[in-house]
């Protein structure tokens, strides 16, 4: 839309500017001109200008309003596609966790019973589509320009949760101090989600390490690292939207939301390859 109006301005500055040279040249040269049969001339080319240069900005002026109200159209039916995905989204959260929950409590209440390894299978079904859910929630709150809630939290808290959401992964961390951190609770957890998941279903970790050290005075690094196979494809496309680098399933949009959501918390996504599985590093502000 902004492109289509700046087009617009810009063209028809030009295709004015150009009339009103021409008819400025066309005038200049009439006045100085003694030959009755070069006044003739003149004044026949100057009607010309004046016919084919009114045509010509009249084109450009239809052509771009045109541009201007498909581009206008377009940007309005994005943002019904958004906030489409934006209330599925909100709508499909409260099924899914009460099924957690209930699928949870059958299996504390029948631990030793043949079907609860089913509802086991149905609570990582059901974690599985909360994941995917997450990702459109974030990727539709991305394109609307969404602010974040940023706050003050520690990193052990969205530690243990992680532990209990990904039980079959060994996950270990280390760190000094634990400092504050500042920024969206909610959105790291979906980003060490991305990374997590990444990591097993296209890398095949087993185990990730974690390393919590303070960058400078008002920045921490978070370092992720797994045992995985690591990434072999293009490092300039990894965060492209889409972009699937590998045949197991998976949507191509957790890293690029990981980092979008970083830049908005004024943080930083590094993915560094290294000799054994794969490496992130989350940079974020602390208090």
């Given at each position: 839309?902004?492109?289509?109006?700046?087009?617009?301005?810009?063209?028809?500055s030009?295709?004015?500017?150009?009339?009103?040279?021409?008819?400025?040249?066309?005038?200049?040269?009439?006045?100085?001109?003694?030959?009755?049969?070069?006044?003739?001339?003149?004044?026949?080319?100057?009607?010309m200008?004046?016919?084919?240069?009114?045509?010509?900005?009249?084109?450009?002026?239809?052509?771009?309003?045109?541009?201007?109200?498909?581009?206008?159209?377009?940007?309005?039916?994005?943002?019904?596609?958004?906030?489409?995905?934006?209330?599925?989204?909100?709508?499909?959260?409260?099924p899914?966790?009460?099924?957690?929950?209930?699928?949870?409590?059958?299996?504390?209440?029948?631990?030793?019973?043949?079907?609860?390894?089913?509802?086991?299978?149905?609570?990582?079904?059901?974690?599985?589509?909360?994941?995917?859910?997450?990702?459109?929630?974030?990727?539709?709150?991305?394109?609307?320009?969404?602010?974040?809630?940023?706050e003050?939290?520690?990193?052990?808290?969205?530690?243990?949760?992680?532990?209990?959401?990904?039980?079959?992964?060994?996950?270990?961390?280390?760190?000094?101090?634990?400092?504050n951190?500042?920024?969206?609770?909610?959105?790291?957890?979906?980003?060490?989600?991305?990374?997590?998941?990444?990591?097993?279903?296209?890398?095949?970790?087993?185990e990730?390490?974690?390393?919590?050290?303070?960058?400078?005075?008002?920045?921490?690094?978070?370092?992720?690292?797994?045992?995985?196979?690591?990434?072999?494809?293009?490092?300039?496309e990894?965060?492209?939207?889409?972009?699937?680098?590998?045949?197991?399933?998976?949507?191509?949009?957790?890293?690029?939301?990981?980092?979008?959501?970083?830049?908005?918390?004024?943080?930083?996504?590094?993915?560094?390859?290294?000799?054994?599985?794969?490496?992130?590093?989350?940079t974020?502000?602390?208090?």
């Amino acid at each position: 839309m902004i492109f289509a109006l700046s087009w617009l301005t810009l063209t028809l500055s030009l295709g004015v500017w150009w009339w009103i040279l021409g008819l400025r040249q066309a005038r200049t040269i009439s006045e100085i001109s003694t030959n009755d049969k070069s006044h003739e001339e003149l004044s026949r080319v100057s009607r010309m200008l004046k016919l084919e240069g009114s045509f010509f900005l009249f084109m450009l002026g239809v052509g771009g309003v045109t541009l201007a109200m498909f581009s206008y159209r377009d940007y309005k039916r994005a943002l019904l596609i958004t906030d489409f995905f934006t209330t599925v989204t909100h709508e499909m959260k409260t099924p899914l966790a009460s099924l957690q929950l209930q699928v949870e409590g059958l299996i504390e209440d029948n631990p030793n019973s043949p079907i609860t390894n089913k509802f086991k299978k149905l609570l990582i079904e059901n974690k599985r589509i909360e994941s995917r859910m997450d990702k459109a929630f974030y990727l539709a709150s991305l394109m609307q320009g969404e602010k974040l809630f940023l706050e003050n939290f520690r990193f052990s808290e969205l530690f243990r949760g992680l532990q209990d959401e990904f039980p079959i992964l060994k996950l270990s961390m280390e760190m000094d101090s634990e400092p504050n951190l500042y920024g969206d609770k909610k959105a790291l957890e979906s980003i060490l989600k991305n990374i997590f998941e990444n990591s097993m279903r296209h890398g095949q970790a087993s185990e990730i390490h974690i390393q919590v050290t303070k960058y400078s005075d008002k920045k921490v690094n978070i370092r992720i690292i797994d045992n995985g196979m690591g990434f072999h494809g293009n490092w300039k496309e990894i965060t492209t939207p889409f972009m699937r680098h590998t045949n197991t399933s998976g949507t191509g949009i957790g890293l690029y939301i990981a980092k979008k959501l970083l830049e908005k918390m004024n943080g930083k996504l590094t993915l560094a390859p290294s000799e054994i599985g794969f490496t992130a590093i989350l940079t974020l502000n602390f208090t």
